[in-house]
């Protein structure tokens, strides 16, 4: 064949097709470190110097915030989600001096000291809104800003005693029962994000969450509104209507103690859940904000 020849079989080659472009995930990572003899579980969504720890509510686990944490990976934040003492893969002890809001802050503070973090935005719902609470009171330079979603306050203490004391007492002298809906949840197949929550969370041991919520619910449930006034720490205040346990005057006063916090109304409980996009751009926004300070 002659060169003119070659050169025109070249030419009449069709153009390779480009690869169709692939949707980016942020990286998972999933690890532990030990604090006070303990073993506690994390999930890192993405990576950077811009970082949101998010904690869980009460008997749930880190898998409830992986949505809103990809979400954030996606938006150039480093997230990184916790399973407090006695919730998810982290250990579960029998002792009830061991759970209190005070003792998952300073666990919370612990995960930044073992990841060499020097500061973050605290974030979390329920349980974990009284826990970024107590990160704000006992190691404010620890934290840019707060995220707190739902928080539990005076408003809401009998409403948690009625709810919470029976699943106590089930736990401390019917361990069957307990065992039971562990046991039926363990029957149910996993791959849905919102069952697998669920199942997470009815998957408990009698002894671990006896002490869970007994450390809980007789300790300090959220810093005094004497001292909740003192905290500078910029805040971002989720709440909702018709949700007794998260009552709205409890959300709409603590935005008003706060003297740096700013007050967002979800349409209810679960628009972070099931339908995120507005909530999710106020959180971005706001980290985002705590970050550039």
Known sequence: MSPASSATAVADLPAPIPAPERSSRPIELSGSFTHEGHRLAYTEFGSGDRVVVLTHGIMLTRRMHAPLARKLARAGFR??????????DSDRPTDSWLYSMPAFAEQTVAL????????AVIGGTSLGANVALEVGVAAPERALGLVVEMPVLDNAIVSGLITFAPLLMAARFLPVTVQGVALVAKLVPHGNQWVDVVTDTLSQQPAPMAALLHGVLFGRIAPPKSVRRKITTPALVIGHEGDPIHPFGDADSLAED??????????SPVELRFDPSRLTEAITDFSARCHDR
Not at 79 to 88: A, Y
Not at 112 to 119: E, K, N, P, T
């Open 258 to 267: 706060m003297p740096a916090a700013e007050f967002v109304q979800a349409r």
């Open 112 to 119: 930044l000291d073992h990841l060499d973090i020097d500061a």
């Open 79 to 88: 997230t990184i989600t916790l399973d407090l003492l006695g919730h998810g």
